[in-house]
């Protein structure tokens, strides 16, 4: 894909890329520095009381042979409509009703059904959005496995050099995308941009003017909109709240004070900066690595206005809070950390637990108190 012509641009991307890759390595191989225990609290902040009897023992709900799998990696997973959709990186599958469909999608480049680099996913109703990273589009798809429509990701004109994070919608047919810009004069910094029905149209719900001066790479916003437009946006480094209106107006904020945090590991650290000084010094300031994970990985609006957020730990792992509805903490729900890509519903918790011999879906049914 030609992205324009520049002279910092090809190590500037090949250094970002690199920088990504090997955090996502590192993160997903982190231990004690190498094997963390699962129990481990802690280095900083202060954790909600904790209830962990108000989220259930995992049931195994689904198992998913490895033959059965389609093409790349898992990367993300949904639950809408009484479906689970399972997502790699050019493919997708649903279960439902106890049986399996798919895989859906084709790496092949122009293919109807090409898949390009699946990075996130959403489902409203039965309808499925996948979030394509190497395409810098957003493609949607029925249950069956039809793709019906294909929206591009060029907000900043022509060209741009975008890294998209997470993507959702809403009733009226309007798309929400997180992504990372890598163009100045807003290289490292993160927009939330809301795609309205006709082309052309594109609001910024968040940008640089959100975001304090040292946020960079690992300050994404975590959002959640509701089927009227609603936002919920949280802050991933400072665990800021802010409300939104349907039309993208702040209606107030509050802030996590003392939040939970793990500390990034001497391995990991060592691995990263190793590769730090081949950024360009001008973008060097959104590629710094923080002294913790940043706190907010995803969160979940409940139809109760209370709020689920699922907390960095390491190796790729999740710790849930509980907020209340003016975002202040009620409980801790884990002891034991869940898998990487979990989701939240109103009543239960899913997760994809990845074996040698297959992808077994666990749902953790959540019993908290009114």
């Known amino acids: 894909m030609n992205r324009g012509p520049s002279t910092w641009l090809p190590l500037f991307l090949a250094a970002g890329l690199v920088a990504l890759g090997m955090l996502h390595f590192a993160l997903s191989n982190v231990g004690t520095d190498r094997h963390p225990t699962p129990n481990t609290l802690p280095s900083r902040g202060r954790v909600a009381p904790l209830h962990t009897e108000w989220l259930g023992a995992p049931e195994v709900i689904a198992r998913i042979p490895v033959e059965s799998l389609g093409a790349g990696a898992i990367t993300g997973l949904a639950v809408a409509g009484g479906s689970i959709y399972l997502i790699q990186k050019s493919s ?43 395409a810098d589009r957003v493609s949607v798809w029925t249950e069956a ?9 060029q907000p900043l004109g ?17 798309l929400y995308v997180s992504l990372q810009a890598l163009r100045p004069p807003q290289a490292g910094r993160w927009l939330l941009l809301r795609y309205g029905p006709e082309p052309g149209r594109v609001d910024t719900l968040f940008g640089p003017a959100d975001m304090a001066e040292a946020a960079g790479i690992f300050s994404a916003p975590r959002f959640a909109v509701r089927p009227d437009g609603s936002l919920l946006l949280v802050s991933a480094l400072d665990y800021e709240i802010t409300w939104r209106d349907g039309q993208g107006r702040a209606l107030r904020k509050a802030r996590r ?26 973008v060097r300031h959104a590629y710094r690595l923080p002294t913790h994970f940043p706190p907010v990985r ?35 729900l884990t002891g034991t950390p869940l898998p990487p890509h979990t989701v939240a519903t109103d009543t239960a918790v899913y997760s994809a637990q990845e074996t040698l011999e297959a992808v077994l879906i666990q749902r953790r049914r959540l019993r908290m108190a009114e």
């Open 145 to 153: 496995g039809e793709r019906r429509q294909v929206r591009s990701l």
């Open 257 to 282: 004070e003392d939040p939970p945090l793990w500390p990034i590991p001497d391995s990991l650290r060592r691995n990263y900066l190793s590769i730090f000084a081949r950024i360009p010094p001008h």
């Open 92 to 134: 997708w599958l649903r279960w439902a009703g106890g049986r399996l469909y798919g895989p859906f999608g084709s790496r092949q480049r122009g293919a109807p059904n090409s898949v390009a680099g699946a990075v996130a996913v959403a489902a409203r109703g039965r309808a499925l959005l996948l979030l394509e990273g190497a």
């Open 298 to 332: 995803y969160i979940f609006w409940r139809s109760d206005d209370r709020i689920l957020v699922f907390l960095s730990a390491p190796g790729e792992m999740l710790h849930l809070e509980l907020l209340d509805s003016q975002g202040a903490p009620l409980a801790h």
């Open 158 to 174: 022509a060209g741009a050099l975008l890294i998209p994070e997470q993507v959702g919608a809403d009733d009226s047919a309007r």
